[in-house]
């Protein structure tokens, strides 16, 4: 929710509203560039639920990640990309996936991608995440992939990007 143009010294007198004690407003990195679309509870092609598994996956980071710097997180529930996946410094996109002969929620992770007057789409970097594993795994990435280091640098050099394993077997 955004609710612009309030004074600064109305602030604490509208965080006490009962709708907003549970909103806070100034959240941290992770949950200002959070994305979803509407995921299977609402899109009948949709393979996954996408909105409270951001906000459970958001909320480890918070907890687990300290500094985290500006970054864009999206998910898209199915090939459709209605989440904008591809555009997202991280994109999830949603699908099923075979882990240990059960079939479960997984994501394809996606990485690099931006809008604007040199558009890039983002690099598929993982397959097949289980989405029960996801947090985990994104907390070894969100710290090396920030806006700025997803790109190129300031002298035009890349910055590497750190390989990521992923065990389906845990």
């Known amino acids: 929710m955004i609710v612009p143009n309030i004074p600064d010294r109305r602030i604490g007198s509208l965080v006490e509203e009962p709708l907003l004690r549970s909103l806070p407003y ?19 092609l949709a393979v996954i639920e996408t909105k409270s598994r951001a906000l459970e996956v958001a909320q480890q980071l918070e907890q687990s ?4 710097k500006p970054i864009t997180m999206h998910w898209s529930g199915c090939p459709a990309g209605c989440g904008n ?8 996109l949603g699908k099923r996936a075979k882990v240990n002969g059960e079939v479960v929620e997984a994501v394809d992770v996606f990485v690099g991608g931006r809008t604007g007057p040199d558009p890039k789409p983002a690099l598929k970097i993982l397959e097949d995440v289980p989405c029960n594993k996801l947090a985990s795994v994104l907390e070894g990435l969100v710290p090396y992939h920030t806006r700025a280091k997803l790109h190129k640098t ?8 750190p390989q990521v394993e992923v065990s389906q077997n845990s």
């Open 85 to 92: 996946h591809l555009v997202a410094d991280i994109g999830l």
């Open 26 to 44: 100034n959240a941290s990195e992770v949950f200002k560039g959070l994305v979803s679309c509407v995921g299977n509870d609402y899109c009948n």
């Open 65 to 68: 990640l300290t500094g985290v």
């Open 154 to 161: 300031g002298r035009g050099k890349a910055v590497s990007r």
